[in-house]
């Protein structure tokens, strides 16, 4: 899209990914689903191509046994499973693991350089404040050539396989940085929601040996060139020349099932609205009581100036006019880092509705010129 | 591959109980095997990384087992580094504890199942492997430890094998490396998840460069529709060639496809004109929808920060002579809801008001 980050910005513009990986990632996704699941991938980087080789899956402890093994006063003690495993990629606990997993890699041979790590979401809905801090955990990190991989379970299951590949860009890694998302902060640096990911291509790369095993897949070639005639309608079921195979084309994709789509969709979409609604809320009290305290600074300097002069007519010290500043506490302004969080997964939403509004409606037209033949639509 | 399930012949050697070092009953059972696509392709991955002088390398299988351990289902593995020579073979089995503590740490229900070797022969090495997993304590007894052979060699077909084991030996102290393997059924089970990750992994099978970007959603539909396309064309062929007595006609084909053909509904044209409508309003409305609250959302914050242009910023500190005019200005730059006071309010209200009709 022209209004997103170029990924001419970023020194990585590429992503290469063994299909060892995506076996792993949908595998663990689908067993951990509805819990997102997160993991790690290690890899190589080489040159602007980021190649992808391995992935393990982060331990997300239960919270029975958080409680009895882990400090409450670790800053990454949570007690709720989601909120667990999508802390776990920048959790003290998960690093010292995962350097154990790539030091006993390293023995046999896989690559040990950690690439970034991985997470599950439905529809469409990971963009939250953990995704932003993993990432950029990663990002800041010794090795900056990291990318985050999200896996979508559910619109995989509808036919395509969805894994999208996200880097946070440059603009947004400083003013990450400095932590501070306040109105004058973004205006000068003029971030967008638009701005914060940068979405990477990604290749699918298969070694020789899983080719040849690809080939050799589906039942070895009937010996004749054509196959005799069933004689009977059982036996058409069940030879096995002819049985389903594992490589057959993926038909599911021509199903045409509109509805529980849409109903999900718009409920993520009415969350993100309720989100905003309470930001946008927050945001205008804060302007509220802000002016309310300045209201009264200044009646209490007021009164401060005309005591003064009181003084200065009866020749007394002068009282300070500067004690305010002790005396009032102005509240802090809260960080408007949600509101654009919130901006881009309502953008990611309506994306997807795109897409599928595209890819429905062919269906349908077909459908329908399907069964009232002679009508052009 | 196929090992055809139906032709297994299932041997188990009676067990003489106290001689031979395992005094258990170690069960012999039959055993049926479930073989994970992602487990394969982790043997896979690992035999093209082996070192050089290497000619197989082995790993340790993880799985699940059913309540009764008659089916086995194994859907991780991973490599364990090992040194073989002609008089001898040594397996790292530090390696392959803590590992195995690691795995377990993040996938507490996979268990130890057995082992994995990426050559098809079965030699003395394999037995004392083969004992070493089955063996009390560390092993998988008292269940049979399985043992997953995959042939890797270049240019032959990938087969793979599974075995149990039973103590065989004629003497006690040739018992740790003796073994009879008994061969089990095993099968590939795809499951519905990885289907859509297999497509596009077996669509770069047939590049040079064997890779392939992910497609979206439109082009994968149309490649299916493609195919479906190209199927239709085969059979109307086949059935115009029957029909003009070129090609000899099958009873069971003319079945079947008879049967197929009745399975398109017969319907009323009105009542599919109106659904289609709906259904086609709908898409349309959600997607409107969408793209509105994107552009409301994308609007407002504009308005955070293109309106904080006109008055001075927040805390800025209060100067007396401001007063009211700088008040105005500072409730109308927060909230984002526009320049001027009145406006500001009216335009706020105006997006609350749309959020709660969404609502309802």
């Known amino acids: 899209m022209a209004t997103d980050p170029k990924i001419a910005d970023s020194p990585i513009r590429e ?46 402890s239960n919270p029975e046994n958080q409680q009895t093994n882990s400090n409450p006063a670790d800053p990454y003690h949570q007690s709720d499973q989601a909120a667990l495993s999508l802390a776990a990629p920048r959790a ?55 990318v985050a991989l999200v896996f979508d379970v559910s619109r995989s299951s509808q036919g395509s396989l969805n894994l999208k590949a996200y880097r946070l860009s440059p603009n947004f890694m400083a003013a990450l940085k400095d932590n501070k998302f306040s109105t004058e902060s973004i205006q000068k640096s003029k971030l967008r929601y638009q701005d ?39 036996e058409l079921h069940h030879d096995p020349n002819i049985a389903t195979n594992p490589l057959a084309p993926n038909l599911e994709s021509l199903d045409l099932s509109i509805d529980p789509f849409l109903e999900k969709t718009t409920d993520l979409m009415l969350e993100s609205i309720e989100q905003h609604t309470t930001e946008q809320n927050n945001a205008s009290y804060y302007q509220r009581s802000l002016a309310r305290e300045q209201t009264k600074i200044k009646q209490w300097q007021e009164k401060r100036k005309a005591e003064n002069v009181l003084r200065g007519q009866q020749k007394q010290p002068l009282l300070p006019e500067d004690e305010w500043q002790k005396l009032f506490k102005l509240p802090v302004e809260p960080s408007r880092l949600e509101l654009m969080l919130v901006g881009r997964q309502v953008e990611q939403y309506a994306r997807q509705v795109d897409g599928f509004n595209a890819v429905v409606s062919g269906k349908m037209f077909g459908v329908r010129g399907n069964l009232l033949p002679g009508e052009i639509a | 591959m196929a090992g055809d399930p139906k032709n297994y012949l299932h041997l188990a050697r009676p067990l003489a109980p106290a001689p031979i070092a395992t005094q258990s009953s170690a069960v012999t059972a039959p055993v049926t095997v479930t073989l994970h696509p992602q487990a394969l392709f982790s043997i896979l991955d690992h035999a093209s990384r082996r070192p050089a002088d290497q000619d197989r390398v082995i790993g340790t ?20 580094p090992h040194t073989e020579t002609a008089e001898q073979v040594e397996v790292d089995m530090d390696y392959q504890k803590r590992m195995l503590e690691l795995h377990l740490r993040a996938a507490p229900k996979e268990v130890l199942v057995g082992w994995y070797a990426t050559s098809g022969d079965l030699n003395t090495f394999s037995a004392l492997i083969q004992n070493f997993y089955g063996q009390q304590g560390e092993g998988t007894w008292p269940h049979p430890a399985v043992h997953l052979t995959v042939g890797t060699k270049a240019g032959q077909d990938i087969e793979a094998n599974t075995y149990i084991s039973a103590p065989i030996g004629v003497t006690a102290e040739r018992a740790a490396d003796s073994c009879l393997f008994i061969p089990v059924p095993h099968e590939i089970k795809y499951d519905d998840a990885s289907k859509s990750g297999l497509e596009l992994i077996a669509g770069a099978r047939d590049r040079e460069d064997r890779s392939q970007f992910l497609q979206t959603d439109v082009e994968m539909l149309e490649r299916a529709v493609e195919q479906v396309l190209e199927m239709l064309e085969r059979v109307s062929n086949y059935v115009s060639d029957v029909l003009d007595e070129e090609r000899e006609p099958s009873t069971a084909l003319g079945q079947f496809l008879l049967n197929t053909l009745s399975l398109a509904p017969k319907v009323n044209p009105e009542d599919i004109e109106k659904d289609f409508n709906n ?51 500072r409730e109308g730059g927060g909230g984002g809801r526009g320049g001027r006071g009145g406006r500001g309010g009216r335009s706020g209200q105006a997006g609350r008001d749309q959020g709660r009709r969404e609502e309802q």
């Not at chain 1, 041979?109 to 690439?115: L, R, S, T």
């Not at chain 1, 699918?204 to 070895?220: E, G, V």
């Open chain 1, 92 to 146: 003290k606990s998960s690093a010292t693991y995962a350097g154990e997993m790539i030091k006993y890699l390293r023995e046999v041979n896989v690559d040990a350089q950690g690439v970034g790590w991985y997470m599950s979401c439905s529809m469409g809905n990971f963009v939250s404040q953990a995704f932003v801090e993993n990432q950029a955990f990663y990002q800041r990190g010794s090795e900056e050539k990291t």
């Open chain 1, 196 to 234: 914060i990911f940068i979405e990477l291509p990604i290749t699918i790369h298969n070694s020789h040996l899983l080719t040849s095993f690809l080939h050799q897949m589906p039942a070895a070639p009937p010996q004749k060139s054509a196959l005799d005639f069933p004689a009977s309608l059982a």
């Open chain 2, 61 to 80: 299988l993880l799985g699940t087992r059913s309540e009764d351990g008659t089916e086995v289902s194994i859907s991780n593995c991973y490599a364990v």
């Open chain 1, 15 to 60: 992503i290469q990914v063994e299909a060892l990986v995506v076996m792993r990632i949908i595998k663990h996704s689908t067993t951990s689903f509805p819990t997102p699941a997160t993991g790690c991938l290690v890899g190589m980087d080489i040159g602007s191509q980021l190649q992808i080789t391995n992935s393990f899956p982060f331990p997300a």
């Open chain 2, 279 to 329: 259904h086609i309003q709908d898409v349309l409305l959600v997607s409107y929808l969408s793209n509105t609250i994107r552009t409301q959302i994308d609007l407002s914050n504009r308005l955070v920060t293109a309106a904080l242009t006109m008055g001075p910023g927040d805390g800025a500190a209060a100067t007396a002579g401001e007063g009211g005019e700088g008040k105005g200005q």
